[in-house]
């Protein structure tokens, strides 16, 4: 009977186990209700006397044992289940984190408010949806006006016309229609055109639209506001404006900054002059302002409208404006240091 309990002694003390359940079943065969040990216990009182002394503490030893080995076991376990299952080899060198970066047109779009920003110009937004009054007519393009033909339409329903806003002046109207001059407003925002895709053009593209109404507004301050613009966003101080027609300003102008003749680069996007166009803008159209309904007699007020594919492309000499849309992260990786 002794030599029994100390061969289990041996067999609790060699035995090991690698999962949960082994160590479960184990216990159970040992300590539990109907375990070894109880019925070991229960055979004491068989013992003989001069024998019960050394039975009686074997059969301790032994519980002592199993006790021990349960504790052990499950302890080990428990840490190695941590280890490889929840965490993982807690020692290995950690993965890069892959840091996404802003599109192009958000950082030029970005920059560019904050240029207007800081000389007091708000943000504005309107819809994309736009009807015909927003876009055309308010703008002193009424029906059948030949300049409605100088921007290709895309129309979603005819009669009561609407369609995708071809410019983000249609935002200028709304912003006037619902606040009192003074106005700064700038609204950066997508444009759609009926036009064929090419390296220089797309269907779809984003503008940024400039408006100022307030008394005595002058074509010279438009013109030191563009001149403010075109340093703080290129660097570069000469611009000239040459007259130009848009419905909705009279007198109207295209903007055009010198670039410069250093490169190759330079010559073929100036075409040799080293000149580069860059916008359009004059001085706001009585009747867009009565359109509105603000007096025309009281205020006045310029505008300006630029493409930001443009700005971007010419910042960072980006050759084909369909790269923008492509999504391929080759060319958006290089936008990484870039806020
Ligand atoms: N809306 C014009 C376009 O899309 C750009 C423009 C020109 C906006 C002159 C203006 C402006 O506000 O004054 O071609």
């Known amino acids: 009977m002794l030599d029994k309990v100390k061969e289990l002694i041996g067999d609790v003390q060699t035995f090991q186990a690698t ?8 216990r159970i065969k040992y300590l539990g209700s109907k375990g070894l040990l109880k019925g070991l216990f229960a055979e004491f009182r068989n013992v003989d006397d ?3 002394k050394d ?3 074997a059969l301790n030893n032994l519980r002592n044992a199993a006790e ?3 504790a052990e076991l499950k302890e080990a376990l428990e840490n190695t289940v941590e280890e490889k299952g929840v965490y993982g080899d807690l020692t290995r060198p950690s993965e ?3 840091l996404g970066s802003r599109h192009p047109i958000s950082i030029v779009k970005n920059r560019i408010i904050e240029v207007f920003n800081r000389i007091g110009f708000t943000v504005s937004e309107g819809p994309e949806i736009e009807d015909d009054w927003h876009n055309f007519t308010a703008l ?5 006006h030949p300049a409605r033909d100088m921007q290709d339409t895309f129309f979603i329903e005819k009669n009561p016309d609407t369609l995708l806003r071809t410019h983000t002046s249609s935002v200028q109207v709304r912003y006037m229609e619902n606040n009192e001059p003074p106005i700064r407003t700038i609204s950066p925002g997508r444009v759609f055109r009926n036009e064929d895709i090419s390296a220089r053009a797309h269907c779809i ?11 005595d507004v002058s074509f010279a301050d438009l013109k030191q506001v563009l001149l403010y613009f075109t340093k703080e966003m290129f660097g570069k101080s000469k611009i000239r404006l040459r007259p130009s027609y848009f419905p909705f300003t009279e007198p109207s102008a295209e903007v055009d900054i010198y670039w410069g003749l250093e490169t190759e680069t330079d010559y073929r996007i100036t075409k040799g002059t080293g000149w580069l166009e860059i916008m359009g803008c004059g001085m706001v159209d009585p009747n867009v302002l009565k359109n509105c309904n603000i ?9 300006f409208g630029m493409g930001i594919e443009r700005i971007a492309m010419l910042l960072y000499q980006i050759p084909d404006i369909r790269m923008f849309y492509e999504n391929d992260v080759r060319f958006l990786e290089q936008f990484k240091s870039v806020i």
């Open 19 to 26: 999962t949960k359940e082994e160590v479960e079943a184990f």
């Open 50 to 52: 001069e024998l019960k």
């Open 55 to 57: 039975f009686g503490q």
């Open 68 to 70: 021990g080995k349960v």
């Open 96 to 98: 890069p984190i892959e």
């Open 140 to 144: 002193n393009l009424p029906e059948y």
């Open 205 to 215: 593209f984003h503008q940024v639209e400039g408006l100022y109404i307030d008394t």
């Open 295 to 303: 007096d025309p007699t009281k205020y006045s007020g310029y505008a």
